[in-house]
Structures are given as C-alpha cells and as structure tokens.
C-alpha cells in the first residue's frame, strides 16, 4: 500500500521560512519523480515543483522560482520543499505525489499520481 506522509505545515509570517517533509512508504522511492503541488480555497490544484528520480533534475513553477527549494533523499525515502521569503498568496494545502508516469520526464499535469493527504500552510501577519 502506497503511503505519502507529509509534515511541516504551519502558520507563518509573510517573508518566513518553512520546510515541508514527505515520506513515502510501499513504492520504489528512487525509481520515481516527486513532486510538491498545492490548493487554495476555491481553487485548483496547481504544480509548485517536482524532481527527478536521481535528483538531478528540477522544475519550478514560476511563482516560487528563487524562493522554493525541492530536494529529496533516496536513502530515507523523503522528498522536502524548503520553502522561503513566504508571501500570503503562498497560502494553500500542499500536497507531495509519487509520478506514476516518471517515464515521461518531469511535468507539471496533475494526473496519474500517487497522493499525500495533504498539510495546510498559512502565511499570514
């Protein structure tokens, strides 16, 4: 059973920092692409970032180009966004996803993933 476990959510001030931590669990961790995407209230989910299997390979949204860091651990089975200089519109549910179709590269659709269930970052004064 396939398991995406995410933490570090939290309330934050406008230009802080937070890092958020997904451990995944029944899948082959380092044959995947990971990615980070998020959801505001009444909207939809959009891509924030993803990286490749072997980490050498990464895709930002432009929103959080220079700000947001993806990086991964295969060791330890663990995908991390370091997030900084936090804006209010920042503000959503973030959710880590195993590709599915790691095959096709890295890409910013939203379907064909496995799923976390999602932690809650407010960045707000």
């Known amino acids: 059973q396939v398991q995406l476990v995410e933490s570090g959510g939290g309330l934050v001030q406008p230009g802080g920092s937070l890092r958020l931590s997904c451990a995944a669990s029944?899948?082959?961790?380092?044959?995947?692409?990971m990615a980070w995407f998020r959801q505001a209230p009444g909207k939809e989910r959009e891509f924030v970032a993803a990286i490749s299997w072997s980490g050498g390979m990464t895709l930002y949204t432009d929103s959080v180009k220079g700000r947001f860091t993806i990086s991964r651990d295969n060791a330890k089975s663990t995908v991390y966004l370091q997030m900084n200089s936090l804006k209010p519109e920042d503000t959503a549910v973030y959710y880590c996803a195993a590709d599915r179709r790691s095959a096709l590269g890295l890409r910013r659709e939203t379907q064909n993933y496995y799923w976390g269930q999602g932690t809650q970052v407010t960045v707000s004064s």
């Open positions: 029944g899948l082959t961790f380092s044959n995947l692409n």
